[in-house]
């Protein structure tokens, strides 16, 4: 073979060696996981992948597969508590019959019924248990509403009312209750408030005293 047929030969092999290496580098760029960031996950840039530098400029930072992490329950979470069940000792206050309806068009709250008088009237639980009651050093905190008809909160701020507690089925300290205060909302109305501090769970007795008028309710206090 002549010299210059050699030469074009060889220029001929090295151009298509050249085109083959293109293609198969671009292909390499094409194809998801390879290269040196073929450990990356591509995908779009967001507004959270931007960071800061130490210089004070941005950059973005690369896109990475996440897997949404579910926190392992917190000690509440973890415990599980039983359902309190009243035991028959306990006369708890049952809903009357026929049911009272106070004169304000007002609805007691879910799973509770109205006890009492025009006179003086509080709620009830139905199923007679106060229980998960926030827990101090000195007991169970609850807050207790009394209402009686022609109250106003804004002309008795603080109301002459008086609350008492016993433990029916065993010793205990007495209730705590400090000096009531005046509440209203669209969903109560014109209502007087005591916060009361039961000392020990168990079966309880608590009387209200207002203007003359007594009214007594029985609750399981659970834990």
Not at 126 to 145: F, H, N, T
Request: aromatic share 8%; charged share 15%.
């Amino acid at each position: 073979m002549a010299l210059s047929e050699r030469g074009c030969t060889l220029r001929r092999r090295l151009r298509l060696w050249l085109l083959v290496a293109a293609v198969g580098a671009l292909a390499a760029c094409a194809a998801p996981g390879a290269g040196p960031t073929g450990d990356r996950v591509r995908g779009s840039v967001t507004p959270d992948a931007i960071v800061p530098t130490a210089t004070g400029s941005t950059e973005t930072a690369p896109a990475v597969a996440t897997v949404p992490v579910t926190p392992p329950p917190g000690p509440d979470a973890r415990r599980v508590r039983a359902a309190a069940v009243v035991p028959a000792s306990c006369p708890v206050t049952q809903p009357p019959q026929p049911p009272f309806a106070p004169p304000a068009p007002l609805a007691p709250f879910a799973g509770h019924f109205w006890h009492g008088s025009v006179a003086l009237w509080t709620q009830s639980p139905a199923d007679g248990i106060w229980q998960r009651l926030p827990q101090s050093d000195e007991g169970y905190g609850q807050k207790v509403l009394w209402w009686r008809e022609g109250y106003d909160w804004r002309a008795e701020p603080q109301p002459a009312l008086t609350v008492t507690g016993r433990r029916l089925d065993g010793p205990a300290p007495p209730l705590v209750a400090p000096q009531a205060t005046n509440a209203f909302a669209a969903e109560i109305g014109s209502a007087m408030l005591v916060g009361v501090i039961i000392p020990t769970t168990g079966c309880w007795e608590l009387t209200g005293r207002y203007a003359g008028t007594a009214l007594s309710f029985v609750i399981w206090v659970a834990p």
